[in-house]
């Protein structure tokens, strides 16, 4: 993902503005149900699994030993065989969406999300979702080696994918009954023009739309015929030594309250110096697309600077981007935190 500017964000978020939330003014999930009944759901608070940090650093070390994950890859392939594989063995039902896209270097090539559907059958769902796959340069500012080579992308990528696998693994042993979950995992989020240098906002909102191929593909072609949800959270870059999460731009924008209520809840948790309750700058990531294009509110959870001349972690986009930046401890404080908010939300107590 990218950084998106601030005179653009500001025409962005007024898309938002305009076209998701005129109609309902909340980002409050509701089931089809609620609205039709007068009788509210059940309220029940279910018990919260632990989640296991060094599980969760094992699936994120496994899609690193693949090599990088970038388009037209044997590691891309067999990386996704074994999502695949891991989402299936934990009981959920597996679609495997191929689309084709074109890169903006003109290459094309087949990619695939992959969604794994927890109680397919109902209609008051939740996504939790993360991007697979990996960039193909090294291509920061802050980058000093081997630029032209794709990084490994251990924060990049298979954090949020390494978490969200954890998850699966602990609803498969502790069901869930009353709420459908889907985790999709976005293949050619992070392949999108860097240096571009936008001067008008058309030309900000062409270079944005070179990333998140996987979300943009998906929510115009969503997995099933008139597929909803209530609300997402997105997964991104949350696995590094002192990652910082301060509350992105379009999440406040497009679920200002989803977002208040998980960093609420996060710094009850004790993990505030994580969740760190500011406003952050607007990130062009997959949940920018899935709520414009799908109108589906998701909040993106993802590291970011505090530096006036950095936007994300110093690792961002350079070979540091390895599995030594990768720490458990932050994989946990988020990984706990999202658990919470789908047990929570199962029980309607959210
Ligand atoms: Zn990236």
């Keep these: 993902m990218k950084i998106t500017f601030t005179r653009s964000a500001i025409l962005a978020l007024s898309i938002v503005g305009l076209f998701l939330f005129t109609q309902c003014g909340t980002d409050t999930p509701k089931t089809p149900k609620d609205s039709n009944t007068q009788t509210a759901p059940e309220k029940k608070q279910l018990p919260i699994p632990k989640f296991d940090m060094d599980s969760a650093y094992s699936f994120v070390e496994k899609q690193v030993s693949f090599g990088p994950r970038v388009p037209g890859s044997d590691a ?195 993990y505030s110096n994580y969740f760190v309750n500011e406003r952050g700058r607007p990130a062009t990531d997959d949940h920018y697309f899935i709520g414009t294009i799908a109108k589906i509110p998701m909040i993106d959870i993802i590291h970011l600077s505090d530096k006036e001349d950095q936007f994300f972690g110093a690792h961002w986009h350079t070979h540091n981007d390895n599995m030594d930046i990768i720490d458990p401890r932050t994989l946990r404080a988020v990984g706990q935190v999202v658990t919470a908010v789908v047990y929570k939300q199962a029980g309607n107590v959210l």
């Design 76 to 270: 891309h392939q067999q990386c996704k065989e074994w999502l695949v594989e891991q989402l299936k063995g934990y009981g959920t039902s597996v679609i495997e969406q191929d689309f084709e896209a074109t890169l903006y270097t003109g290459k094309s090539y087949t990619f695939t999300n992959i969604i794994g559907q927890i109680n397919p059958e109902l209609g008051n769902r939740i996504i939790l979702s993360a991007h697979w796959d990996s960039r193909m340069w090294a291509d920061s500012k802050l980058s000093t080696e081997r630029r032209d080579q794709a990084i490994d992308g251990a924060d990049d990528g298979a954090s949020g994918v390494g978490v969200l696998l954890e998850i699966a693994r602990l609803i498969q042993e502790n069901p869930i009954e009353d709420l459908g979950i889907d985790i999709i995992l976005f293949d050619a989020e992070d392949n999108g023009e860097h240096d571009s240098n936008p001067k008008t906002e058309e030309e900000e909102l062409r270079s944005m739309r070179t990333w998140c191929l996987g979300s943009q593909y998906w929510a115009k072609n969503p997995h099933k015929k008139g597929y909803r949800a209530g609300w997402g959270i997105l997964l991104d870059m949350v696995g590094a030594k002192n990652a910082r999460f301060p509350k992105e731009a379009f999440s406040a924008q497009m679920a200002p309250s989803l977002q208040d209520k998980i960093w609420k809840l996060a710094q009850g948790m004790g």
